[in-house]
């Protein structure tokens, strides 16, 4: 189940990529994981995975670590995060709101779809046929809100039902 950022360019919210944090559901003293983290990262914030492997991927010919918890997988390459998937309501996606004193806002697997509507409506607009939901990532450059540059990685929200069944990050 792989999307494509740059097939379209459809007009989505952007999410500025080091304020998108994922915590456990469960544990609400724990550390969140910020997906520029690294390996060391991921352990700190999440324990021991249910297992590590070392998987070869064909299409970019390279070794991936990946993590494997119940509800989310974590992949890395060269100890940078490459894709997460989170297929359970153990894990959340913390993302940020346009007003800067407002909470993250959680995204996680069984929440209804239409809530996106509420914070992100261009977002919610924009699903596909699918109704897959997509957010643009970027980083700014240093502290210049008007130099932003947009990330190959994005962050797709599945649904079936009208409920979310996936939230994955990659290209």
């Known amino acids: ?23 456990r559901s469960t544990d ?8 520029f983290g690294t390996e060391a990262n991921l352990l700190a914030a999440f ?26 997988e974590f992949s890395f390459f060269a100890d940078t995060l490459y894709y997460f998937r989170i297929t359970g309501p153990a894990f959340q996606v913390l993302t940020p709101t346009a007003s800067k004193n407002a909470p993250k806002y959680s995204l996680k697997v069984g929440d209804k779809a239409n809530k996106i509507k509420l914070v ?12 897959v939901y997509f957010f643009w990532l970027y980083r700014l450059a240093g502290n210049n ?27």
């Open 1 to 23: 189940m792989r999307f494509s950022a740059h097939a379209q360019e459809p007009d989505v919210n952007e999410l500025a990529a080091d304020k998108v944090t994922i915590v």
């Open 28 to 35: 609400k003293t724990a550390k969140p994981f910020k997906i």
């Open 47 to 72: 324990g021991k995975p249910k297992s590590k492997t070392i998987e070869f991927s064909e299409m970019d010919q390279v070794n991936f670590t990946v993590y494997r918890y119940n509800g989310g």
């Open 120 to 131: 992100y409506p261009k977002t919610y607009q924009a699903r596909n046929s699918e109704n």
């Open 145 to 171: 809100k008007d130099n932003k540059t947009r990330l190959e990685r994005g962050i797709g929200i599945f649904t079936t039902n009208g409920l979310i069944t996936d939230i994955v990050y990659e290209e």
